[in-house]
Antibody
Framework: QITLKESGPTVVKPTQTLTLTCTFS??????????VAWIRQPPGKALEWLAV???????RYSPSLKSRLTIAKDTSNNQVVLTMTNMDPVDTATYYC??????????????WGQGTLVTVSS | DIQMTQSPSSLSASIGDRVTITCRAS??????LNWYQHKPGKAPKLLIY???SLQNGVPSRFSGSGSGRDFTLTISSLQPEDFATYYC?????????FGQGTKVEIK
């Protein structure tokens, strides 16, 4: 059974750097084809994909946030870390990590973690 | 970026109603389209992948169709547990994008 859980600060101040950790079980990021993604949802708004890291250390970022994001994997500890610099109140959101699944040629996010709410406020 | 546009943004329906949600991509994405269900305070749940394949454990009242740019999620007989927000997502390229969501509310 695959599970993921997000952890990190619940409140950060404007201009600070946010660091979130996704701790997972039931799969290994050293296995070919595996990936872990970060997605967020501001209150009352839609889901927004942020970044993904793959087993081969390939990384992809949302073009609109690329300059502020870094994703890294820690295979030995089954963790993926997302950092976002220069936080702003508009970055207030629930942040999710998810397992990138492959079936044939198709890719999807399944399952997801429960999410962690991050509030940006001074 | 591939833009995904859902309609409607919200709808009100009664138990037992047939509900249809549409999703349009800004370019052809073949069948690389997923649907998710999201309830407040819960993790989003994969319902449909590859446009029309039902995820294991998802009730058969959910179905998906379409290819190219236009896709549909249908709930054949709405149940109380189906009140949620539904999102489409393209997986055609590695810059994943979601639609803006469709909130299904009780009439």
């Amino acid at each position: 059974q695959i599970t993921l859980k997000e952890s990190g600060p619940t409140v950060v101040k404007p201009t600070q750097t946010l660091t979130l950790t996704c701790t997972f079980s039931g799969f290994s990021l050293s296995t070919s084809g595996v990936g872990v993604a970060w997605i967020r949802q501001p209150p009352g708004k839609a889901l927004e994909w942020l970044a993904v890291v793959y087993w081969d250390d390939e990384k992809r970022y949302s073009p609109s946030l690329k300059s502020r994001l870094t994703i890294a994997k820690d295979t030995s500890n089954n963790q993926v870390v997302l950092t976002m610099t220069n936080m702003d109140p508009v970055d207030t959101a629930t942040y999710y990590c998810a397992h990138r699944r492959i079936i044939g040629a198709t890719r999807s996010f399944d399952p997801w973690g429960q999410g962690t709410l991050v509030t940006v406020s001074s | 970026d591939i833009q995904m546009t859902q309609s409607p943004s919200s709808l009100s329906a009664s138990i037992g109603d047939r509900v249809t949600i549409t999703c349009r991509a800004s370019q052809s994405i073949s069948s690389f389209l997923n649907w998710y269900q999201h309830k407040p305070g819960k993790a989003p749940k994969l319902l449909i992948y590859a446009a029309s394949s039902l995820q294991n454990g998802v009730p058969s009242r959910f179905s998906g169709s379409g290819s190219g740019r236009d896709f549909t999620l249908t709930i054949s007989s709405l149940q109380p547990e189906d009140f949620a927000t539904y999102y489409c997502q393209q997986s055609y390229n590695t810059l994943w994008t979601f639609g803006q969501g469709t909130k299904v509310e009780i009439k």
